[in-house]
């Protein structure tokens, strides 16, 4: 017997920030410019360590099954879902904002219903590794871990930096898992940076309108020597998959000081130091990986919100690279068998289209890449959407307008521009078949194996070609 689909009600938050379910309108989901109800493959129960925020001057829009049109809640505010690590959001949430909405600060924003006593969020579980669950640690826990490491190493700047700063300030997971001699730790070393992200989250310009960032730059540059204590410190402790992250949320791109890393992971390697090192990076400089690669680099992270040049360019506002600069390092580190992910910064109905799904399968797949790290783009969503379109904020409402005044469920909630998020995924496995899905940095020992092709030997597959094998 197949189970009945699940169909969540709006969920509102009245003026004093108590959240209840509306007990008419249903939950509607917004894929940039497209409204909907959730797809039912992509709903998911509210996993735990997530958060639900309250969007100010934002009123929630539900679906009025009756009439099968949108109705406005007033007098509420709309809600979000922050979903824990792991998750990819598939959809934002609908509303309508008020002129003098103030901007949403730098989070992910995802769709959220109620049903059968519980909370649905569009999205999915895109990896199962546990390293940033951390319900059954207490805080106390990482303080007291936090302060003895700080006693056995008092002279390192790096050490005192990711427990005072990154533990204690911005509660960074990484750096907590450091604290707590596990999984992955965080090897912050750049005040500098070559791109302006529209979401950088460690600094943003004097006249932007996102007026706070989560976390600050380092304010210092470690020495090699402090760096590759770090990692034999964390080495010592996490002996069974040490994996070491350049690139972090409290700094700048590390490509910056690419001799430094180089010279840090030489010691570390020329010592006997085990383990992955991976570099999180905008992967600007390509004249870098070479070097990086002959010291003992494992694997490097690229991030990016689009393999199209155009929205690449508008989100990261590069100073002194260009696209292409991306992509030369990505082959340069497929050349020097180094592991290659795209940090994907997902926003539903702007990643998951055709195009970017071409864009995309031509970048992996030329290029050598081997996985795809399924990331939220934290951003206020309407805000990114217009940028990035160039759609104006009341183009957005008149398009809202339009569609409330003339469509009904039958004939409008079907059609959006974005594939869905899971479509997406499996037609780009479909494309390129050798990719590893998932969320974090895998441990790949010193040296990985690489599976993906090498660089210009693979070609763009037929689709058609695709789908008469899928059907025999
Ligand atoms: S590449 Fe990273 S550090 Fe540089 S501006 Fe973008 S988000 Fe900030």
């Known amino acids: 017997m197949s189970k009945a689909p699940i169909t969540p009600h709006l969920l509102v938050a009245d003026p004093s920030g108590d959240i209840y379910d509306h ?25 735990p360590e997530s958060e639900l925020f309250l969007l100010p001057k934002r009123r929630p829009c539900g679906l009025n099954p009756e009439t099968g049109e949108i109705e406005i809640v007033e007098d509420s505010l709309a809600v979000a879902a922050f979903l824990a690590p792991a998750h990819t959001i598939s959809a934002h949430p609908a509303y309508m904002q008020e002129d003098d909405a103030p901007l949403l600060p730098l989070f992910a924003y995802g769709a959220v219903g109620f049903a059968n006593e519980m909370f649905y969020v569009c999205a999915q579980l895109v990896d199962h590794d546990q390293r940033q669950r951390f319900r059954q640690i207490s805080r106390e826990k990482i303080a007291k871990k936090a302060r003895q490491l700080q006693k056995n190493y008092p002279k390192n700047r790096l050490v005192a930096h990711i427990l005072n700063n990154c533990v204690a300030r911005y509660d960074c997971p990484a750096a907590r898992n450091f604290a707590l001699g596990r999984f992955e730790a965080p090897l912050p070393t750049s005040q500098a940076c070559n791109a302006h992200c529209l979401g950088c989250i460690s600094l943003q310009e004097k006249d932007s309108p996102i007026k706070t960032t989560p976390q600050c730059r380092i304010s210092f540059t470690p020495t090699a020597a402090e760096i590759c204590e770090v990692m034999t410190i964390h080495a010592g402790r996490e002996t069974k998959q040490p994996i070491f992250s350049f690139g972090q949320g409290c700094e700048g791109d590390p490509l910056m000081n690419a001799d430094l890393l180089a010279s840090a992971i030489e010691q570390y390697r020329q010592q006997g130091g085990h383990g992955t090192i991976n570099c999180n990076t905008n992967a600007s400089k390509p004249n870098a990986i070479p070097k990086l690669a002959k010291a003992g680099l494992s694997s490097m992270r690229v991030s990016m919100n689009s393999a199209q040049e155009k929205l690449y360019t508008r989100y990261y506002r590069c100073q ?35 195009e970017e ?39 957005h409402q008149t398009n809202f307008s339009k569609y409330n005044d003339s469509m009904k469920l039958s004939d409008s909630i079907v059609s959006t521009s974005g594939m869905g998020l899971s479509t997406f995924m499996q037609r780009l496995k479909k494309l390129c078949p050798w990719l590893i899905y998932g969320y974090f940095n895998p441990y790949l020992g010193d040296h990985p194996k690489l599976t993906a092709p090498k660089v210009d030997t693979w070609s763009m597959p037929d689709w058609n070609k695709i789908l008469t094998d899928d059907i025999k």
């Open 23 to 47: 007990p008419d309108l249903l939950m509607l989901c917004r894929r940039g410019n497209q409204w909907g109800v959730p797809r039912p493959d992509e709903l998911i129960p509210l996993p």
């Open 320 to 354: 002194s690279y260009a696209f292409h600069d991306v992509r030369e390092s990505i082959r340069l580190a497929r050349s020097e068998n180094i592991f290659v992910s795209i940090n994907l910064l997902f926003f539903p109905g702007l990643t998951d289209t055709e």
């Open 357 to 395: 799904l071409e864009a995309l399968a031509n970048l992996v797949g030329k290029n050598g890449v081997s996985m795809i790290q399924w990331r939220n783009l934290n951003v206020d969503p309407v805000w990114y959407y217009h940028i990035m379109t160039d759609l104006s904020l009341d183009e």
